[in-house]
């Protein structure tokens, strides 16, 4: 499972074994919702990028192409052909962001599909289901996500419901474990710490979370309308409540500003669509920060997107030529840019754990975030 190498500070470097291979962590999990990445990223691609991890989405499988046909075609892992780790997020936040018109009970959510209409029920044990059919490596537990700002009774009525959930998701993975026609036998569930913004519910709801002594845990429901500092000050307090002993997984966050001040704070798994959705729209990120291709000042540019990057894009083809794609829709603009992103982001992720392995963290995070602030716009 999870063994603990190095600490700096409250910082960690860990290894995270899997029946689908090691992981070393921290980690950046690249975003491939429906299996595969927006913007034309093959399973050959990540490979060549250095993804360790892929993730991909309990809701939106479930409502387009369905994840039991995935299992009778043999699982995720085969059926996007990738012989690594994938997590699935377990569609609690799709049914409450997308769903619009919802009905939460005790037992689940009723909800109407953002596809066709057609009404659906999830509750903790459809989760685990669908995600057991998917056979991924890292299942995340069945979860309400309340708004940053909501009121303190609707947060801590929300966050009891969630513990109660949890302990149904985890008697129904256990079950779905045992049974002869599962896909992945060895699936882990890894649990979620929600709270809002309120620090005592987060503390309490960590506490007994982490008693059930789960694979790994979660902290959710950052990332959704509080402020930047806001959510460091959510991870100061809450994260030494959580095992250090096990990988503990910021979702949905962020920036490469954001992550470093995460891992700082204990955090070792991270995932967010920044990287590929903004390099759709021309944005790449680079080490003096994120430089808009369409300006025209790139026009005719003959340099790589970032000097001395060993992407597949930055190693062959200019800042002017990816523009001029990006400007006539052709795909392979959103391509080049995605790749390049994503090989931006496993790649920081590599300097991390090597600066903790070296002990020097602090001074690395440091001059990272000093050349970030020379962005262009």
């Not at 409250?10 to 299996?35: C, D, I, L, S, Y």
């Not at 056979?135 to 537990?141: D, L, V």
């Not at 036998?185 to 005592?200: C, E, M, R, S």
Request: net charge negative; charged share 25%.
């Amino acid at each position: 499972m999870y063994k603990l190498l190095k600490t700096e500070g409250r910082a960690k470097r860990g290894e995270f074994e899997t029946v689908h291979g090691t992981v070393q962590t921290p980690v950046f999990m690249n975003v491939g919702t429906v299996a595969a990445i927006k913007g034309a990223v093959s399973t050959e691609d990540l490979h060549e990028i250095g993804t360790q991890i892929e993730l991909s989405n309990t809701y939106h499988l479930h409502v387009r192409t369905g994840d039991k046909l995935i299992k009778e075609l043999g699982g995720l892992h085969k059926f996007m052909v990738w012989d690594r780790p994938i997590l699935t997020d377990s569609g609690g936040f799709q049914v409450f962001s997308l769903a619009g018109l919802r009905k939460i009970k005790e037992e689940g959510v009723t909800f109407n599909s953002h596809i066709d209409g057609r009404k659906i029920f999830m509750g903790p044990e459809e989760s685990m289901q669908i995600q057991s059919n998917l056979g991924s490596t890292i299942a995340m537990a069945f979860d309400e996500c309340p708004p940053a700002k909501a009121e303190r009774k609707y947060v801590e009525d929300s966050v009891a419901r969630t513990e109660r959930w949890l302990l149904r998701c985890k008697k129904e993975m256990d079950r779905l474990n045992s049974l002869e026609d599962t896909v992945n036998k060895n699936q882990l569930l890894f649990g979620i710490n929600q709270g809002a913004v309120y620090p005592d519910i987060r503390i309490e709801n960590a506490k007994r979370i982490s008693e059930l002594d789960l694979p790994g845990y979660a902290v959710g429901g950052l990332a959704v309308g509080e402020t930047h500092e806001e959510m460091y000050h959510i991870l100061e307090e809450t994260v030494p409540y959580l095992p250090q002993n096990k990988p503990t997984y910021l979702m949905g966050v962020g920036t490469p500003t954001n992550i470093l001040e995460a891992v700082e704070r204990g955090i070792d798994f991270f995932d967010c669509v920044y990287p590929s959705r903004n390099g759709r729209h021309g944005h790449a990120y680079t080490k003096f920060g994120k430089i808009n291709l369409l300006n025209q000042k790139y026009e005719k540019d003959m340099r790589p997107i970032e000097e001395g990057c060993n992407c597949p894009a930055c190693r062959t083809y200019s800042r002017a030529y990816i523009r001029h794609l990006l400007k006539a829709k052709e795909m392979l603009g959103m391509r080049l840019m995605v790749l390049h992103n994503l090989y931006f982001y496993n790649h920081l992720m590599e300097e991390i754990r090597d600066a903790l392995d070296e002990g020097r963290f602090a001074e690395y995070k440091k001059q990272k975030i000093e050349g970030f602030s020379c962005q262009d716009d």
